[in-house]
């Protein structure tokens, strides 16, 4: 259902932080220098961009397109097409729930909605208000043997822990620890 | 030059063309929607589809080979363009009452050809705007019903009452139901003309109407 | 090369103590890491000179984390789920020589000290590891090791010969694709060659969207080197100059470990201009793709690597008009790795194994609801039920086996008495199956079959990339009726319907995504009519999965009053006072499910 993931991205304006123009400008450069003007990488400057911003920023996106002379539209079409990226802000956290077969037979779903359920995540949000965490269906990790497993990575990409063999108030445990975590980080840079 | 058979017929067209031209070429025709020539045949809609050799492929998108059997029409063939154009529409925001295309549409034509009741009578109906007898608050059962009669009553000033039966998609009977609504047709008044079909309405159907309504049988 | 072999040989001299220890995405995930920190700190403590050495996987994932030691006078042996704090114990006792707490050992003889031997394992014993020989056994990151186990002798042979007769001796094996519909790979190559272009690809899938299968994985990330070389052979029999690895991004290991590969491989003249004296240039270039299913597709796969989305009709196939126009030949990991293994041990060996239409071996993923999960290599042809209960250990005790989904969103559920059926492609297909990467699901009798066709129909909806009509509204539609189905508003038409409708959607779709998704809902209606029977006539899920079609009671022995699920009823259908045990109305209850998620105590009991 990406299409319909695209409608209302193009629609709603951006969401989360806005941040320097030049920050975004800089950014988009960098990726054009590295890569050139070349309509079939674009996979791999939006790779590097999310790398930056940990999702795709609405004006960095812009940019790009103005810069390599597509349409915004054919970007988006691509950057829905594929799951690693995403369009929205992620939280310090990013939870995902292995969706896999095995996982999902033993009870992924009923772990992935208690934690839904524990950060009062309304329909069609997936990043708790205070912007800790964010959860995320995923598919198969390839850790069968230790399913129901979920991943949890924080958004600079540097930790990244597995649970293994979850059930649901052991979920919700998880979930309540991340959080305490990300708030610890949240307000150690607001000190800063 | 190659040889090709439709339906059994020969015919000789060059290396690089299609099926679907080798087709023509024979005289036949193939009911096609997404295929524009020479612009567009990415054969995304798949009602163009025709069998070669047994196996079921777009013709406007491939290419011709040497002895090439192609079939043009058979049952599953025809099956397979109705159930797609039935999933077109079952996406389609149907309300042609209120449509720009005024009938001119190329959806119709195909559900005509092909069969498929989901297009309903408003479609046909040359009273729009504000001559529309819904609209007026005349309780036509234009909205719903099947299209394939050229509006022969309203055309005439007269309310549709549904010869050709109702259409059995719910999406469609939402969106009749809310436009009746609008327009202030008593669902009381309609329920003489549903009731012409009511004891054949599918569950789904009847509890909407129960449910909008409060009309009792 | 020689030199390498040497040095290799006279570092095994050296060192007293070897320290295996598994480094891939699965052992890492179950906590590998940690491992090898409490082993380097133990080693330091102990006072041990030992070498610890970075090994893939060897594919029996329930034992992970695993360590193997190896030491002068004592067998190789393996020790089971190690937690950090046990390693320090462990290899003392090794170095005493006292075994105790091992698995097995890696002798040919019998035991050792009471402690059997890997051969012994049924799940070792009735494995053939022919590509996966390697996995575990090795340093993936290190080429010399690979060339230690034979490696890219396959290649030298390859390169002497010509090119027709590559492809003639790949077609003599009868290799077939290990990737999904077993299509002939001299086919391909013979197509691919035949072909005049000055510029030709070839490309690896690594891919691997489906889940519950990680086979390639773990194979790329255990011996990267073999798949390396497979494409290289490819590369050489169809004249190509590029070649490109393709794999997930969200499997970074699998890249780097390949990346490492390629350079490796560059750097001793495997890889480059004019490989091994011969006139033959040849690149490789690992590519990171952004992850999605119909990638799986060929011409999908390209769109990919163009920068572009979506795959496109076929013909013209990839061999004739691939990346970029130019002629490209696609093949699965495993299918490079046996070409690899196929030119390093001969036809014989590969030939030997395996039925009279598909030869050799081929990895399956054992998962679900099994006691050994893992990643098994059998001989094609092998039956399910040694497959499942034998290798992997048959289900857990109190539940019993239903079924056992085969190949993915896009194979079909083979049910429990059925479980004779062998292995192979033509035998899968008929029972409305597909062998695709080989991961084998096994579903027991706790698990509801409609759920299980929904769960796919739902994965399949959000991978179909959109582009036709069938597999973007049909799957949607099927989805829709299931829903249906399993909250017990469904009539007997409606599964008339999704049986027509599933055959229309195979028939009529654009690319092998839309061809095969409704096969999970096919079979499933095929072989369990009367579980989606008793769902609709009955209004039942027998497996109470179904959640609209359970009861939901509070179980009086275990709740505590704490008057949580009361507060988040939606409907209010749940009353009681505060510390004593609450009741649920079932004449008001909507059946949503949330006081069963959000009891504290899992007093909510589905009846």
């Known amino acids: ?44 400057m939006l790779q590097e961009i999310q790398r930056e911003f940990q999702h795709l920023p609405r004006q960095a996106l812009e940019m790009l397109s103005v810069k390599l002379g597509i349409s915004l539209s054919e970007i988006i079409n691509v950057a829905t097409f594929y799951h690693q990226f995403r369009l929205e802000p992620v939280g310090v956290y990013v939870i995902q729930v292995c969706f896999g077969t ?22 069609r949000e997936n990043t708790a208000r205070d912007g800790t965490i964010t959860i995320e269906k995923a598919r198969c990790f390839g850790c069968c043997s230790l399913a129901p497993v979920i991943m949890v990575t924080s958004s600079d990409g540097s930790e990244r822990y597995v649970h293994g063999r979850l059930n649901v108030s052991e979920g919700k445990r998880v979930v309540l620890d991340y959080r305490s975590k990300a708030l610890m980080k949240l307000k150690g840079l607001k000190n800063e | 030059m190659v040889k090709v058979y439709v339906n059994n017929n020969e015919v ?106 989901g297009i309903p009578v408003c479609s046909e109906c040359p009273l729009r705007g504000r001559s529309c007898l819904v609209l007026k608050g005349f309780p036509c059962l234009g909205p719903l019903t099947v299209a394939g009669c050229d509006a022969e009553c309203p055309r005439r000033g007269s309310p549709c009452i549904g010869c050709r039966g109702y259409i059995m998609s719910e999406d469609v009977w939402v969106r009749a139901l809310e436009e009746f609504y609008k327009d202030n047709v008593s669902l009381n008044e309609l329920k003489s003309l549903i009731s012409f079909f009511w004891s054949y309405l599918p569950q789904n159907l009847y509890r909407l109407v129960r449910e909008v309504s409060n009309v009792e049988y | 090369m020689s030199e390498a072999l040497e040095l290799g040989s006279g570092t095994r001299k050296i060192s007293e103590l070897i320290v295996r220890v598994p480094l891939a995405s699965c052992t890492l995930a179950a906590g590998a890491s940690k491992v090898l920190e409490s082993i ?49 114990g462990i290899i003392r006792r090794y170095v005493e020589g006292d075994l105790s707490g091992a698995l097995a050992v890696r002798s040919e003889a019998s035991g050792f000290k009471g402690v059997p031997t890997l051969n012994s394992l049924p799940e070792w014993r009735l494995q053939v590891r022919y590509v996966s020989r390697n996995c575990g056994f090795i340093d993936p990151e290190s080429i010399e090791d690979y060339l230690r186990t034979g490696g890219y002798s396959g290649l030298k042979k390859a390169l002497k010969l010509g090119r027709e007769e590559v492809i003639e001796i790949v077609r003599k094996s009868g290799l077939r694709g290990r990737g999904g519909a077993g299509f002939p790979t001299w086919y391909k190559w013979r197509v691919a060659y035949e072909q005049r272009s000055d510029v030709k690809y070839v490309i690896c899938n690594g891919d691997e969207g489906d889940p519950g299968a ?12 073999r798949v390396l070389e497979g494409l290289i052979i490819a590369g050489y029999a169809i004249g190509a100059s590029r070649g490109y690895i393709f794999v997930r991004a969200e499997k970074p290991l699998m890249a780097d470990r390949l990346e490492v590969a390629v350079r490796q491989a560059r750097d001793y003249g495997f890889l480059g201009e004019k490989i091994l004296g011969t006139d033959f240039s040849f690149d490789v270039e690992v590519y990171r793709s952004a992850g999605a299913f119909v990638c799986g597709e060929e011409t999908a796969l390209i769109a990919a690597i163009e920068g572009r989305s979506r795959p496109r009709q076929r013909p013209p196939y990839p061999a004739t008009s691939g990346l970029w126009g130019k002629p490209t030949v696609i093949n699965n990991v495993e299918t490079l790795a046996h070409v690899a293994t196929i030119f390093q041990t001969g036809l014989d060996e590969f030939t030997k194994y395996g039925t009279e239409r598909s030869k050799g071996t ?31 250990g048959g289900p857990p005790d109190g539940r019993s086996v239903k079924a056992v989904q085969v190949g993915g969103p896009s194979g079909g559920c083979i049910p429990a008495d059925l479980l004779d059926l062998e292995l192979d492609y033509e035998t899968l297909q008929s029972y409305g199956a597909i062998m695709g990467s080989g991961g084998l699901v096994v579903i027991d009798n706790t698990n509801c079959m409609v759920d299980v066709a929904k769960y796919f ?31 017990g508003t469904a009539t007997l038409e409606d599964l008339e319907l999704l049986r027509e409708l599933g055959e229309s959607i195979m028939r009529s779709s654009l690319c092998a995504l839309g061809g095969t998704a409704p096969n999970p809902v096919l079979s499933t209606l095929r072989y369990f009519k009367n579980e989606y029977e008793e769902h609709v006539v009955m209004r039942r899920c027998p497996a109470k999965v179904c959640s609209r079609l359970v009861t939901y009671e509070i179980d009086p022995a275990r709740c505590r009053g704490c008057g949580q699920c009361a507060k988040n009823c939606p409907v209010s259908a749940i009353s009681g006072q505060p510390g004593k045990a609450f009741k649920i109305d079932t004449s008001r209850c909507t059946k949503c499910g949330q006081c069963l998620i959000i009891c504290p105590f899992g007093a909510v009991v589905k009846g």
């Open chain 1, 102 to 123: 095995t996982c999902y037979l033993k009870g992924s779903s009923e772990i992935y909605e208690s934690m839904r359920k524990v950060l009062g995540l309304r329909e």
């Open chain 3, 214 to 225: 990680f086979m390639n994985r773990l194979l790329a990330e255990s011996d990267p080197h």
């Open chain 3, 457 to 487: 129909i739902t994965f399949t909806l959000a991978e179909s990339c959109g582009k036709c009509l069938p597999c973007r509204v049909g799957v949607k539609v099927l989805g829709d009726i299931l829903e249906k189905v399993a909250s």
């Open chain 3, 40 to 88: 380097e700190k133990a080693l330091g403590k102990l006072g041990l000179e030992a070498r610890v050495k970075k090994t893939g996987c060897m594919g029996l994932c329930y034992l992970d984390p695993w360590i193997e030691l190896e030491s002068r006078g004592l067998p190789p042996t393996i020790y089971a789920n190690v937690k950090p704090e046990q390693a320090e």
């Open chain 2, 12 to 117: 000789e067209v060059s290396q690089d063309a299609l099926v679907i031209d080798a087709v023509e070429k024979a005289g036949y025709e193939v009911p096609t929607l997404c295929y524009l020539k020479g612009l567009f045949n990415e054969a995304t809609c798949r009602i163009c589809v025709v069998k070669v050799n047994g196996k079921v492929v777009p013709s406007c998108r491939f290419p011709v080979f040497e002895g090439a059997r192609i079939i043009v029409d058979d049952s599953e063939l025809r099956r397979l363009r109705r159930v797609n154009l039935e999933l077109l529409l079952a996406t389609h925001e149907i309300k042609c009452w209120s449509c720009v295309r005024k009938g001119m549409c190329e959806l119709l034509s195909l559900s005509k050809r092909l069969g498929v009741e």
């Open chain 1, 1 to 44: 259902m990406y299409y319909e993931q695209s409608r209302t991205y193009l629609r709603t304006p951006q969401s989360g932080a806005v941040l320097d123009p030049r920050r975004y400008l800089s950014v988009v450069d960098r990726v054009i220098c590295k890569y050139g003007a070349d309509r079939s990488k674009l996979i791999n």
């Open chain 3, 362 to 392: 081929k990895m399956f993923c054992v998962t679900g609801s099994v006691r050994k999960t893992g990643v098994y290599e059998v001989p094609i042809g092998t039956k399910i039920r040694t497959l499942v209960y034998e290798l992997a």
